[in-house]
């Protein structure tokens, strides 16, 4: 069975300067790896995906995430935050043709002015 | 991709009453997913709705107090059953769309409901 663990619960970064958010993954087959926002009172959206493809994957908004299957890790990154950036972050695993996701309990993104 | 529209958005309801939640999809899905986000928490899978048969629930759910209907492949319901105030949460429905090169999974904006 797959899960995932995000190491923060908030991360705070000054506007302008890098984003890191981590996230572990547990995963008994190929996994599919996601990293979706949840800006408040708005739905999930995908920022981006990872599918056994290139192990670093560019999303929206300027942010990528590298997959590192050695240390099971899929961080995201952002080298320069926006106060739109501020949102909760999800990392999600799967299983490679299992539709059933895993999130992880979520990072909360502050940018300070 | 696909556009998911989601009503209510939000709602205040008694503890002993039900309320249906309902998601329309703008294309045509296979499978439409159902999840519950409780206060401060991460999203939860409840169940899977198929066309035509019916849904799957995940360990924890069960249909009495999560009914589902998926009459086509467009729109599904989930019924909260006899709300008590544990069943305070975002509910959200989601679909596999294509994100090459294989699928993602998009998601209502959801529903908030608070019961009182």
């Known amino acids: 069975a797959q899960s995932v663990t995000q190491l923060d619960s908030h991360v705070s970064v000054s506007e302008g300067t890098p984003v890191l958010l981590r996230c572990n993954y547990s995963?008994?087959?190929?996994?599919?790896l996601f990293w979706y926002v949840q800006h408040p009172n708005k739905g999930l959206q995908l920022l981006l995906k990872?599918?056994?493809?290139?192990?670093l994957v560019k999303g929206i908004n300027g942010f990528e995430a590298e997959f590192k299957k050695s240390e099971t890790s899929f961080h995201l990154t952002k080298p320069s935050a926006h106060m739109s950036d501020a949102a909760e972050y999800f990392c999600?695993?799967?299983?490679?043709?299992?539709?059933?996701?895993?999130f992880g309990a979520g990072t909360t993104v502050t940018v300070r002015a | 991709s696909a556009v998911i529209s989601q009503k209510p958005s939000r709602d205040i309801c008694q503890r002993g009453t039900s309320l249906t939640i309902q998601c329309q999809v703008d294309?045509?899905?296979?499978?439409m997913f159902w999840y519950r986000q409780q206060p401060g928490q991460s999203l939860t899978l409840i169940a899977t709705?198929?066309?035509?048969?019916?849904?799957?629930?995940e360990s924890g759910f069960v249909i009495d107090k999560f009914p589902i209907s998926r009459p086509n492949l467009t729109f599904s319901t989930l019924t909260v059953s006899n709300m008590s105030p544990e069943d305070s949460s975002i509910y959200l429905c989601?679909?596999?769309?294509?994100?090459?090169?294989?699928?993602?999974?998009?998601f209502g904006s959801g529903t908030r409901l608070t019961v009182v």
């Open positions: 989601s679909v596999e769309v294509p994100v090459p090169p294989g699928y993602g999974y998009t």
């Open positions: 995963s008994s087959y190929s996994p599919s």
């Open positions: 990872y599918t056994s493809a290139a192990t």
């Open positions: 999600v695993v799967s299983e490679l043709d299992d539709y059933k996701l895993s």
């Open positions: 294309s045509q899905v296979t499978m």
């Open positions: 709705a198929n066309q035509g048969s019916e849904a799957t629930y």
